[in-house]
Protein backbone atom coordinates (compact mmCIF):
# COMPACT_ATOMS: atom_id res chain seq x y z
CA UNK A 1 0.00 0.00 0.00
CA UNK A 2 2.92 2.58 1.02
CA UNK A 3 4.80 1.48 -1.78
CA UNK A 4 2.03 1.84 -3.96
CA UNK A 5 1.44 5.48 -2.91
CA UNK A 6 5.28 6.38 -3.54
CA UNK A 7 5.63 5.25 -6.33
CA UNK A 8 2.05 7.25 -7.64
CA UNK A 9 3.47 10.34 -5.71
CA UNK A 10 6.81 10.15 -7.41
CA UNK A 11 4.52 9.79 -10.82
CA UNK A 12 3.04 13.17 -10.03
CA UNK A 13 6.32 14.54 -9.18
CA UNK A 14 7.57 13.54 -12.87
CA UNK A 15 4.78 14.53 -14.40
CA UNK A 16 4.93 18.23 -12.76
CA UNK A 17 8.91 18.60 -13.17
CA UNK A 18 8.22 17.86 -17.12
CA UNK A 19 5.04 19.35 -18.02
CA UNK A 20 5.39 22.42 -15.84
CA UNK A 21 8.30 23.97 -17.09
CA UNK A 22 7.25 23.41 -21.04
CA UNK A 23 4.62 25.02 -20.62
CA UNK A 24 6.24 28.13 -18.99
CA UNK A 25 8.62 28.15 -21.49
CA UNK A 26 5.92 27.74 -24.20
CA UNK A 27 4.01 31.21 -22.48
CA UNK A 28 7.12 33.14 -22.99
CA UNK A 29 8.24 32.43 -27.12
CA UNK A 30 8.25 34.86 -28.47
CA UNK A 31 6.33 35.12 -32.28
CA UNK A 32 9.43 35.49 -35.03
CA UNK A 33 8.29 37.98 -37.83
CA UNK A 34 8.74 36.20 -41.61
CA UNK A 35 10.54 38.09 -44.10
CA UNK A 36 7.74 38.14 -46.89
CA UNK A 37 8.19 38.53 -50.69
CA UNK A 38 8.63 42.02 -50.24
CA UNK A 39 11.48 41.75 -48.32
CA UNK A 40 9.90 43.44 -45.28
CA UNK A 41 8.81 41.63 -41.96
CA UNK A 42 5.36 42.65 -41.30
CA UNK A 43 3.41 42.14 -38.37
CA UNK A 44 0.18 43.03 -37.19
CA UNK A 45 -0.14 44.03 -33.77
CA UNK A 46 -3.57 43.90 -31.83
CA UNK A 47 -4.32 45.63 -28.81
CA UNK A 48 -7.46 42.87 -27.17
CA UNK A 49 -8.80 42.58 -23.52
CA UNK A 50 -5.80 41.21 -22.35
CA UNK A 51 -3.24 43.10 -23.65
CA UNK A 52 -1.17 43.26 -26.63
CA UNK A 53 -1.23 40.21 -29.24
CA UNK A 54 1.35 39.40 -29.55
CA UNK A 55 3.09 40.99 -26.47
CA UNK A 56 6.56 39.43 -27.46
CA UNK A 57 7.81 39.27 -31.04
CA UNK A 58 11.39 38.80 -32.47
CA UNK A 59 12.89 40.67 -36.12
CA UNK A 60 16.26 40.13 -37.80
CA UNK A 61 18.65 43.34 -37.69
CA UNK A 62 18.96 45.14 -40.70
CA UNK A 63 15.98 44.09 -42.58
CA UNK A 64 12.76 46.56 -42.63
CA UNK A 65 9.45 46.02 -39.93
CA UNK A 66 6.46 47.11 -40.65
CA UNK A 67 3.88 47.52 -37.61
CA UNK A 68 0.37 47.21 -38.46
CA UNK A 69 -1.28 48.27 -35.24
CA UNK A 70 -4.87 48.15 -34.61
CA UNK A 71 -7.33 47.05 -32.06
CA UNK A 72 -9.71 44.56 -31.77
CA UNK A 73 -11.92 46.47 -28.72
CA UNK A 74 -12.61 49.54 -27.93
CA UNK A 75 -10.28 50.27 -25.28
CA UNK A 76 -9.09 53.07 -22.89
CA UNK A 77 -5.47 53.70 -22.67
CA UNK A 78 -4.60 50.85 -25.26
CA UNK A 79 -5.40 53.08 -28.60
CA UNK A 80 -1.88 54.81 -28.07
CA UNK A 81 1.23 53.01 -28.02
CA UNK A 82 5.04 54.36 -27.89
CA UNK A 83 7.29 52.29 -30.24
CA UNK A 84 11.15 52.41 -30.51
CA UNK A 85 10.93 53.13 -34.53
CA UNK A 86 13.96 53.89 -35.58
CA UNK A 87 14.70 52.72 -32.06
CA UNK A 88 16.41 56.21 -32.00
CA UNK A 89 13.55 58.55 -31.08
CA UNK A 90 10.42 56.69 -29.64
CA UNK A 91 7.18 57.58 -31.88
CA UNK A 92 3.61 58.10 -30.42
CA UNK A 93 0.79 56.41 -32.50
CA UNK A 94 -2.87 56.69 -32.03
CA UNK A 95 -5.68 54.60 -33.08
CA UNK A 96 -8.83 57.64 -33.42
CA UNK A 97 -11.39 54.76 -33.99
CA UNK A 98 -11.97 51.04 -33.76
CA UNK A 99 -11.59 50.40 -37.39
CA UNK A 100 -8.24 52.72 -37.24
CA UNK A 101 -5.24 50.74 -38.27
CA UNK A 102 -1.57 52.75 -38.05
CA UNK A 103 1.68 51.51 -39.83
CA UNK A 104 4.81 51.76 -37.76
CA UNK A 105 8.08 51.31 -39.89
CA UNK A 106 11.51 50.86 -39.13
CA UNK A 107 14.46 49.47 -39.80
CA UNK A 108 16.59 48.11 -36.77
CA UNK A 109 20.03 48.77 -36.74
CA UNK A 110 20.90 47.50 -33.28
CA UNK A 111 20.32 43.81 -31.68
CA UNK A 112 18.62 43.45 -28.36
CA UNK A 113 15.48 43.69 -26.27
CA UNK A 114 13.12 46.73 -26.79
CA UNK A 115 10.24 47.24 -24.87
CA UNK A 116 6.82 49.35 -26.42
CA UNK A 117 3.92 50.40 -24.15
CA UNK A 118 1.37 52.76 -23.62
CA UNK A 119 1.59 56.36 -22.20
CA UNK A 120 0.30 55.31 -18.73
CA UNK A 121 3.39 52.21 -19.19
CA UNK A 122 -0.15 50.08 -17.32
CA UNK A 123 0.88 46.51 -16.59
CA UNK A 124 -1.17 45.01 -19.71
CA UNK A 125 0.14 47.70 -21.85
CA UNK A 126 4.15 46.77 -22.21
CA UNK A 127 5.36 44.16 -24.50
CA UNK A 128 8.93 43.38 -25.90
CA UNK A 129 10.46 42.45 -29.14
CA UNK A 130 13.96 41.33 -29.63
CA UNK A 131 16.28 42.31 -32.98
CA UNK A 132 18.59 39.12 -33.43
CA UNK A 133 21.36 39.54 -36.05
CA UNK A 134 21.85 37.43 -38.84
CU1 LIG B 1 -2.45 51.08 -20.84
Redesign the pocket.
Known amino acids: MTRRLLIGLVMVMLIFTIVVPVGCGQAKVSTAVPVGADGVQSLTLAVTRDGYSPSSFSVKQGIPVKIIFREVTAL???NEIIFPGDLAKPVLVKLTSPDDQQVVIFTPKKSGVYQFY?P?K?L??VGTFSVTSS
Open positions: TCGCCCEH
